[in-house]
């Protein structure tokens, strides 16, 4: 009883020095330390606990990343042998495409953001938010007993080709368990962000009102929801068929290794798009801050978000030009392709005619959403290449592809999630990161990023296949390179960490609510946030990006 | 099928929300079973001889008889939720207990169903099974994993209506407050309807 009171009375004081309500930081609920954290069903704590997992994550799939290419310095084996190699670069893949950047940015400022972008208190389900963590712990955890148990850790690559992977004598039960598990993690969350958007809007906020962050999450939500559970019963059906012999997939079973491929893409390709879309939402909120002006085409971005979820689930196969499906098949799925760079191209260009005659202000989260329209720019146009089906049959499962993919999802999403960082965790906890420090490590990462993947076009052009252990000595040359690069980029991601990390721990504490001068909601409460987000839910007006620039006009004829 | 729209957005209760929550997930539970749905029109397309005589072993009666204990069960976990709107408990929790055994009777008859089918040698990786033509092995592949995985779908639904019976006892469900047991009818709905299409696919097409 004791305790209780003092707890009361501890809050009852941190309430009247911050005003209505403490942060939620220094919140107190039933329990105290860390199970606060563990047990917390607050959306911001839950978005935090994602941060933290996911990043470490993140680090894994770095270090697996570094050690591939210093592999790859020699044309013969140098630091590991090819099983290991093999392994190395499926975990690499398994974890950042699975762990990293299909969650990061719908789980870790999805969950802090979404709710408060829309003026709700919190997510739809609560409970069932921190039960999606739990099962992302789950799944990650069942997927590093897959690396230390006997057997070894999976070998497949990240595609999981059928017949190898249900022959293979790897843990691949528990990969495809962890994968499984990590899928359902996500389509609770997707679930639970259609019933926020849907349901828990602030009065006044229309569909066309929203932040186009909210948007971008409610598409992928869209795509969450609707593909995973395809992917969740293709990878079921190979631990079936792997345990108990049922004919599926397996040929000698009688069945079929390309409807595998079908049903793998038929997720992983839209997964893509989860991948992209809310990056794409980050960047939509950030250009509009740092140029001070109304974006351009809002009502085209938003839409287009929705074009994007729409084409991109039409479009899977385009990875399987190669496996001889029929030329009708191969010509609608090249077509529908261009189609999709579509929408992508719509935001491209309303992107940049926002920054157009707006007053930019050069801080560290612009830089990254900067390099995130030009990376992802070379990540698209050299996806187009691919999806000509001449020029495919020559690229195919080339470094090219290699390239094409880390300049989309890390030249994109990693990107946006690096500019995320910048942008709202001074928000999150109230300090200031180093923003010399942070640009200096922009340009590092920046500068590491292009030395380490663009030789991969030049390699793949030239023909050098993907996956492979050994390779011919007159790669060597472009494989240094691409090494070196690795180095660079390392040692700006570590610096740009530390920064952060730094800041979290001695960092300049903010008192203003608005630090980069936003207009959307997040912006006009306190740093950081209370436990409830707002006192009152506001009532919204205006759409998001109301700027004063825009006004000029009206003012200067009210000034005459 | 309800008048109960309790919606006060920002307090925490909105069954409206809640509803919308429970379809989104049933959506994504169709496209799980849409995936082997998909993987079985594929394969009827492309081993048609064999499906139509693999197919003509299964046992119509002990199907038909599932059919008609699955539908049943569907109405007596509606009729539950009827009970609960007129604030007659005590027939609910009947209803909900009716329900379950119907559940349990589904899946007794399916045990006797797949005894049947491994003592003639008829089971995943048995010779008998994997000597036979390749559109026979898939056929029963699918009909193991399909109808498999739809039963423990079953068995999650009559646990999950347990749960709402003892909510019910414990009157954390109530007349104004049923939500929760509207969700398990939902959900058990859904396991019906995927019965009904598996009962054509396997039992009745050959």
């Given at each position: 009883m004791e305790k209780e009171v003092e707890i009361m009375s501890g809050e009852t004081l941190a309430a009247s020095n911050y005003g209505n309500e403490v942060s939620y930081l220094d919140y107190q609920g039933k329990h105290k330390g860390i199970l606060g954290w563990l047990l917390s069903t607050d959306h911001k704590k839950i978005g935090i606990l994602y941060l933290m997992t996911i990043i470490s994550f993140f680090a894994v799939g770095v270090t697996l990343g570094f050690l591939i290419r210093l592999e790859l310095l020699a044309p013969e084996g140098t630091i590991v042998g090819p099983q290991a190699y093999n392994e190395f670069f499926t975990l690499h893949g398994i974890i950042m495409i699975?762990?990293?950047?299909?969650?990061?940015i719908p789980a870790v400022f999805g969950n802090y953001f979404l709710p408060i972008m829309i003026g709700a208190?919190?997510?739809?389900f609560p409970r069932l938010n921190l039960l999606s963590w739990y099962l992302y712990i789950i799944g990650g955890t069942l997927l590093l007993l897959a690396v230390v148990l006997?057997?070894?850790?999976?070998?497949?690559?990240?595609?999981?080709?059928v017949p190898y992977s249900v022959r293979t004598g790897t843990n691949m039960i528990f990969t495809l368990s962890a994968l499984f598990i990590v899928g359902f993690s996500s389509i609770l969350t997707g679930i639970n962000f259609l019933s926020t958007i849907h349901r828990m809007?602030?009065?006044?906020?229309?569909w066309f009102k929203m932040p186009l962050f909210s948007w971008a999450l409610y598409a992928t939500s869209w795509i969450q929801v609707i593909v995973t559970p395809i992917v969740g019963i293709t990878l079921l059906m190979v631990i079936i068929e792997r345990v108990f012999?049922?004919?599926?997939?397996?040929p000698t079973l009688g069945g079929d290794p390309i409807l595998f491929e079908h049903m793998f893409w038929m997720y992983s390709h839209p997964a893509v798009y989860i991948i992209i879309v809310p990056s794409m939402g980050v960047i939509s909120e950030i250009i509009p801050v740092f140029s001070q002006?109304?974006?351009?085409?809002y009502k085209f971005i938003a839409c287009s978000s929705i074009g994007i979820a729409l084409f991109g689930s039409l479009v899977w196969a385009h990875h399987m030009?190669?496996?001889?499906?029929s030329d009708t098949a191969e010509f609608i799925f090249s077509l529908l392709t261009f189609l999709v760079a579509i929408p992508s191209a719509i935001k491209v260009f309303n992107w940049t005619a926002t920054l157009y005659k707006g007053s930019i202000k050069i801080e560290p989260p612009l830089l990254y959403a900067l390099a995130f329209i030009f990376l992802f720019s070379i990540g698209g146009l050299t996806g187009i290449i691919q999806g000509a089906l001449s020029v495919d049959i020559y690229l195919?499962?080339?470094y090219f592809i290699v390239g094409h993919i880390h300049y989309v999802v890390f030249g994109g999403t990693g990107f946006g999630l690096f500019a995320a960082l910048h942008y709202w965790l001074p928000k999150m906890f109230g300090r200031m990161y180093n923003k010399k420090v942070a640009k200096v490590a922009f340009w590092i990462v920046f500068i590491g990023f292009n030395v380490l993947y663009f030789p991969f076009f030049i390699l793949g052009w030239m023909?050098?296949?993907?996956?492979?252990?050994h390779y011919l000595p007159q790669f060597q040359v472009y494989h240094v390179v691409a090494t070196v690069g690795s180095w660079i980029m390392v040692i700006g991601i570590i610096i740009m960490l530390l920064n952060l990390l730094f800041s979290l721990i001695k960092g300049k504490r903010i008192v203003e609510d608005n630090i980069w001068g936003?207009?959307?909601?997040?912006?006009?409460?306190?740093t950081p946030p209370?436990?409830?987000?707002?006192e009152e839910i506001p009532q919204i007006v205006d759409g998001p990006y109301e700027y004063k620039q825009n006004q000029d006009a009206v003012l200067e004829e009210e000034v005459k | 099928m309800s008048t109960q729209e309790v919606a006060d957005?920002?307090?925490?209760?909105?069954d409206i929300r809640s509803r919308m929550g429970m379809w989104l997930f049933l959506f994504s539970e169709l496209l799980l079973f849409g995936g082997l749905f998909f993987m079985y029109s594929v394969y009827r397309f492309t081993h048609q001889q064999d499906f139509s005589i693999a197919s003509k072993e299964m046992n119509i009666f002990l199907g038909t008889l599932n059919t008609v204990i699955l539908l049943t069960s569907s109405l007596s976990m509606a009729l539950s939720i009827v009970a609960m709107q007129k604030g007659k408990r005590g027939l609910s929790i009947f209803y909900q207990i009716v329900t379950i055994l119907f559940g349990l009777s589904f899946m007794v008859n399916k045990v006797i169903e797949w005894s049947h089918e491994f003592n003639a040698?008829?089971?995943?990786?048995s010779e008998v099974l994997l000597s036979r033509p390749p559109g026979q092995i898939l056929y029963f592949g699918l009909y193991y994993s399909m109808v498999g995985l739809h039963g423990l779908h079953v068995l999650v639904g009559m646990s999950i209506i347990g749960f709402m019976t003892v909510f019910t006892i414990r009157k954390k469900i109530t007349k104004d407050n049923y939500v929760k047991l509207e969700a398990a009818g939902l959900y058990w709905h859904l396991v019906d309807i995927i019965w009904i299409f598996l009962y054509p696919l396997f039992y009745l097409i050959t």
């Open positions: 699975f762990l990293v950047v299909i969650p990061v208190k919190d997510v739809a006997p057997g070894g850790a999976p070998d497949t690559g990240w595609t999981f080709y809007r602030a009065p006044g906020m229309g012999h049922v004919g599926v997939f397996d002006r109304t974006i351009f085409g030009f190669s496996t001889g499906i195919t499962k080339t023909g050098m296949p993907r996956r492979s252990y936003g207009e959307t909601l997040e912006w006009k409460i306190s209370t436990f409830e987000n707002f | 957005i920002h307090v925490n209760r909105d040698g008829n089971f995943p990786g």
